[in-house]
């Protein structure tokens, strides 16, 4: 699909998208209680509906109501799926489910797109060694065989969060106790605090005894519950964007307690606004394009702690720099760092392109209500916000939409 995006002062009022974390984390939860949950908010992307047809393969049932979804836990230790798990794009899901899988005991392949095996997966590789369970990568899958039981783990959390809440996840489901020690540096820990909100919700004991280690009560497994998924920070970024841009843009539905690590955009805009700043995003790496978005249209700035961004949907940062180079912006990549020159800010005088990425396709669109100009690819969105072109159409800024083909 590709758009075109007028130039305009976006105005009004919009809600933020649902949070596809948390709905990851409930869902999961959900799916291992033994009875009946209730999820509301959970929002329509590509990403959950991964996972909720990952947990249906494992036996979990789901019921939809808009987006309301009702949940029958199955019990995932006597699991016996007679298909891969196909995990689109999703890192999360990919992630999050390998430890659970594992609980069964039985030979599970956990499938998705090409460039989702792309991304690390050696801290679970590691694990397989020291713990004999069996764990093979091969192309666009992974094959696995437990079962995974209590103890001690020791994981590195300097790739992602991911692969400590989804050890968190199973290990919770085991009769005894167990420990998971986080080798540092500890990255996006804000996300660790969210799958442990979402845990203690239904019934977990998890918690942390001192800064890198994290003790998980056996014995008692999840409580089905009923809950509601906040709204998201990282969504609603884009949206926020528009105001540091010379817009006037109300976001509804976000908690202001919230847990969540995007929560700073707030500040990152505002040090965007006033000169040349330093931010580090090793903890928000979501944040990174639209916040390079934004520099670019600015004064720049300079951004640590973007290695990860290599090992996303796509090279966000080398992505960006390619897409804000049509802008007459320059941007230094380097090994941990992006540094953003708005030499010439411009309107791009060629399409801009998607890179099959939702964050580069509305972080571009954001620069667009500046300039006008077209994206192609813009279908990625659908990803995570499929609805984000709607909510820019009711802030004022005319959006054409037309098929590729």
Known sequence: MRVEITPGTPSGTVSAPNSKSMAHRMLICAALAKGKSVIHGVPECDDVTATMSCLSLLGARFEYNNDTVTVYGTDVCNASPIQALYCKESGSTLRFLIPVCLLCGKNL???????????????????SREKGFVFSQDGNSV???????????????????????????????????????????VVSRPYIELTLQALKEFGVDARW???HTISVKGGKGFVPTETTVEGDYSGASFYAA??????????????????????IYEKHFALLQQGIPTVHIGDCPDLGPVL???????????????SRLRFKESDRASAMAEELKKFGVSVAVHEDSVVVYPVEFRKPQEPLYGHNDHRIVMSLA?????????I?????????????FEGLSSLGIEVKYYDDK
């Open 376 to 388: 192609e690819g813009a279908e990625a969105i659908s990803k995570s916000f499929p609805h984000f």
């Open 109 to 127: 392949l956990l499938t998705g797109a090409e460039s989702l095996f792309k991304r690390p997966l050696d801290a679970y590789a590691e694990l």
């Open 209 to 211: 005894t001192d800064d």
């Open 366 to 374: 954001v620069l667009l209500t500046l300039t006008g100009g077209t």
């Open 292 to 306: 390079f978005a934004v520099a670019s249209a600015k004064y720049g700035g300079v951004f640590n702690g973007t």
């Open 242 to 263: 528009l105001n540091s841009l010379g817009g006037n843009v109300n976001i509804l539905g976000l908690r202001e307690d919230s847990l969540q690590g995007d929560k």
């Open 143 to 185: 094959m696995l065989k437990g079962p995974i039981t209590a103890g001690e783990y020791r994981i590195s959390g300097s790739v992602s969060s991911q692969f400590i809440s989804g050890l968190l996840f199973a290990l919770s489901l085991l009769e005894k106790d167990s420990v998971v020690n986080i080798i540092p540096p």
